[in-house]
């Protein structure tokens, strides 16, 4: 059974741009959360979506946003970038909503905003 | 405030000591789940364990073993007879209601096991 696929693995960006990450959650898995993990802050939660719709939200300012495909397949956006948004990006599917079970996380997306 | 706190940074022992990773919570939810995970090189998040606050039981998985205590609000992790594949960072979670059951990481413990 494949895993949580994110994609792009690395990227580097600049100041002021957008960026779009990826998220495949595993076959069946329709719940799709992600992360945001830095050195200073830790893990950090941004949102759940559950069925295309958000379901809960952490505390990043509106820069931060996702959607949710009818396939379950996930992205995240992030717009106008700042340094401070240089991190590693991580996604997790589970079967049900709510981190309350086992969450499968991928490799993530570590981003470089120069 | 800090939900989850991981003292300890940082831990280095020789194989096949044994270690205990501390993890003290904060919660006024009556229902919650406590969380273990493990982050290899890698990166990827790998869950080791899940506990609701109204089992109390230790368990214990091979050389893993967890001690959860409602009574000083601590899920404390012992790897016993530790191996160099140990060597990860480790994280202790919480997830309840008040937050919408979204997990709520400590800081993480990194561990490291030398031959």
């Known amino acids: 059974k494949a895993g949580v696929t994110q994609t792009p693995r690395y990227l580097i960006k600049t100041r002021g741009q957008q960026v779009t990450l990826s998220c495949s959650p595993i076959s069946g898995h329709r719940s799709v959360s992600w992360y945001q993990q830095t050195p200073g802050q830790g893990l950090q939660f941004l949102f759940e979506?559950?069925?295309?719709?958000?379901?809960n939200k952490g505390n990043f300012p509106g820069r931060f946003s996702g959607r949710q495909f009818s396939n379950s397949r996930s992205e995240m956006n992030v717009s106008t970038l700042e340094l401070g948004d240089s991190a590693l990006y991580l996604c997790?599917?589970?079967?049900?909503?709510?981190?309350?079970?086992?969450?499968?996380f991928g490799e993530g997306s570590r981003l470089t905003v120069l | 405030a800090q939900k989850v706190t991981q003292a300890q940074t940082e831990i280095s022992v020789v194989e096949k000591e044994d270690v205990t990773l501390d993890c003290v919570y904060e919660?006024?939810?009556?229902?919650?789940?406590l969380f273990w995970y493990k982050q290899p090189p890698s990166g990827e998040l790998v869950f080791l364990i899940r506990?609701?606050?109204?089992?109390?039981q230790n368990e214990i998985s091979g050389r893993y073993s967890w001690n959860f205590q409602k009574s000083t609000s601590s899920f404390n992790f012992t790897i016993t007879a530790s191996q160099v594949v140990d060597s990860a960072v480790y994280f202790c979670?919480?997830?309840?209601?008040?937050?919408?059951?979204?997990?709520?990481f400590g800081k993480g413990t990194s561990l490291l096991v030398t031959p």
């Open positions: 506990r609701n606050s109204f089992d109390e």
């Open positions: 919660t006024r939810d009556t229902t919650y789940y």
């Open positions: 979506y559950f069925s295309e719709t958000q379901r």
């Open positions: 979670a919480l997830s309840e209601a008040n937050s919408g059951y979204a997990l709520n």
């Open positions: 997790a599917s589970s079967l049900i909503q709510g981190q309350v079970g086992e969450l499968f």
